[in-house]
């Protein structure tokens, strides 16, 4: 007799990239999965995963569509039930009463949406409490769990996402051309730190100028992604006479990211919130030798002085002071790049992601419950 396929309700925003991710993973791993959304699916999504439209779109949608929830639920009879995010679709599960259910924290979650108001806080608390079991992308963002919940006994299971290590790959070496370039993937908003990055990158240059054995060569700073901070971030460019060396790319497709962190030599994530590091991790990928901030999961990515450099939150200087010694130490920092594939591909490829995720869910199938 053929065993059962596990039968995974994934109730998620369809409309992000990491939950396609997800779904298109567990269904190439022989899983049974609808993806129970509000927000369209964009991206290909694997032509075995059925895909339910909950009927209110918005923030509404998170109160409105609980009989639609309970009702799926209800027809689907997962063995499995898998809600992403805190707030939203913890929200929604919450109102809609479908337990038991795996709660998959994210980012903003945790680390923004509890401290807007006393309310909100209240509600992510609720929310926490009421999932069977938490899952975490990082050990960091668990320990923020266990803060909102004043609880470190909390059992929470560490689920990283997963990156297709087969596509970031090293195409041209790291400072491999005439000119040095520093750079970064990410959205243009304050949490990401982008205007330290801009402030860090021209006292760079003013040190190594100042330097009599620096053997001058062009610097490039290069950022890619697009946000609500982008004229605000060209304007601090301009202010710290660095506009002509600047290039602000915009917003490029999934696929055309890696093209990008191949024309970098350094890569920078100078965050204030950072749940995980995907981009550290792809970049990693390539080989780059990356700086980013001691923030949220970005620690747990890159190993200080074995993998790249880890500099203090916050701090332009530090970022400044880094670039430095990368560019005076090239040998030894292209071999960190070298250390951080290894490091990656041990623990950050896809399959790797899908073992953790699939584990928990073999751990809670309600066709092993007692």
Not at 37 to 47: E, G, L, R
Request: charged share 20%.
């Amino acid at each position: 007799m053929n065993k059962a396929k596990l039968k995974v309700a994934f109730i998620a925003p369809g409309s992000l990239l990491h939950t396609i991710k997800w779904v298109n993973g567990l269904a190439n791993r022989g899983i049974d999965v609808t993806l129970i959304t509000q927000h369209k699916v964009t991206a290909n999504i694997h032509h075995d995963i059925k895909v339910v439209y909950l009927p209110v779109s918005g923030g509404k949608g998170y109160i409105l569509n609980a009989l639609a929830l309970r009702k799926a639920i209800k027809k689907l009879s997962p063995d499995v039930v898998n809600v992403h995010y805190a707030s939203g679709y913890g929200t929604l599960a919450l109102l809609a009463g479908i337990k038991p259910y795996i709660l998959s924290v994210w980012g903003s979650d945790v680390y923004e949406f509890p401290y807007q108001s006393k309310f909100k806080h209240w509600l992510i608390n609720k929310s926490l409490l009421n999932a069977a079991h938490l899952a975490s992308t990082s050990y960091a963002m668990a320990e923020q769990v266990k803060i909102i919940l004043d609880n470190p006994k909390t059992n929470i299971t560490i689920t990283p996402f997963g990156v297709n290590l087969s596509k970031f790959i090293k195409t041209k070496a790291p400072f491999s051309q005439s000119s040095i370039t520093i750079g970064i993937v990410k959205k243009l908003e304050k949490k990401y730190g982008i205007d330290l990055l801009i402030k860090g990158f021209a006292l760079a240059q003013e040190q190594l100028r100042s330097q009599k054995e620096f053997d001058e060569c062009e610097l490039k700073l290069v950022i890619v992604g697009d946000g609500s901070l982008e004229n605000e971030l060209k304007e601090l460019a301009a202010e710290n006479n660095i506009l002509t060396q600047t290039t602000f790319v915009g917003l490029v497709e999934n696929n055309q990211v890696v093209n990008y962190i191949n024309e970098m030599d350094i890569f920078v994530v100078p965050s204030r919130i950072e749940s995980f590091g995907v981009s550290a991790i792809e970049a990693l990928g390539c080989e780059r030798p990356c700086i980013v901030a001691n923030t949220g999961g970005l620690p747990e990515v890159i190993e200080n002085g074995i993998t790249g450099r880890v500099v203090a939150a916050e701090s332009a200087n530090a970022i400044a002071n880094a670039i430095v010694y990368f560019i005076n130490n090239k040998a030894e920092v292209i071999n960190m790049g070298l250390n951080g594939h290894k490091s990656v591909m041990g623990k950050y490829t896809e399959s790797a992601a899908l073992d953790a995720m699939i584990n928990l869910y073999h751990q809670f199938d309600k066709k092993n419950a007692h």
